[in-house]
């Protein structure tokens, strides 16, 4: 059962990194760093956001709080100085961070407890705390860049007025069999 949850949340988080990764492939440098207003948060902002926590949360996830001293999640909705490529690198700084950890878990860990901002998780609560906070930002770099690039946007998901040929698809070449 553990691994198998394990593997679930391995694939759920590969399958956001990929929306993302997605999403950065269709934008341009400037369209990373726009911001709708002022108050409002650019893609780079959301980026550096998961980054330091990624950092935070999943490095010694086993043996120290989740947030850790040395993470200013207050800076990481500053401005970035950065160009695209330092952003990709620590987007994939911070996916390599979580995957390392979810790769060393043992069955065993699952019996520990761990904790965020001093309070106590389970194990699985604390990758589900996760599993939930990382969709909804990657959600919100998606809607970004569909909103920044209108018509030219490549759908990443089932196209508007397609699902009929895709659940045909799915009929004929089933993706997945337990």
């Excluded at 998961?50 to 989740?66: K, Q």
């Excluded at 911070?94 to 901002?117: H, M, P, T």
């Excluded at 939930?132 to 946007?153: D, E, R, S, T």
Aim: glycine share 6%; charged share 20%; hydrophobic share 40%.
């Amino acid at each position: 059962m553990v691994s198998d949850f394990l593997s679930s949340a391995k694939s759920q988080f590969a399958y956001y990194k990929k929306l993302g990764d997605a999403t950065f492939n269709q934008l341009s440098e400037d369209q990373l760093f726009h911001k709708y207003d002022a108050p409002s948060n650019s893609i780079a902002n959301i980026v550096m956001h998961m980054h330091g926590n990624m950092l935070s949360r999943w490095t010694d996830f086993l043996t120290t709080d989740g947030e850790k001293p040395w993470r200013h999640r207050d800076r990481e909705f500053e401005d970035p100085l950065v160009n695209k490529a330092a952003l990709l690198q620590r987007w994939e700084e911070g996916w390599a961070c979580l995957f390392q950890a979810l790769n060393s878990l043992r069955e065993s860990d699952f019996a520990k407890v761990i904790y965020i901002r001093n309070e106590a998780h389970s194990v699985v609560e604390g990758i589900n705390r996760q599993l939930a906070h990382y969709p909804y930002h990657v959600g919100q770099i998606v809607f970004i860049g569909k909103m920044l690039l209108g018509n030219q946007w490549e759908s990443l998901s089932i196209p508007k007025g397609k699902s009929a040929d895709y659940n045909i698809s799915m009929l004929t070449n089933p993706k997945k069999q337990f």
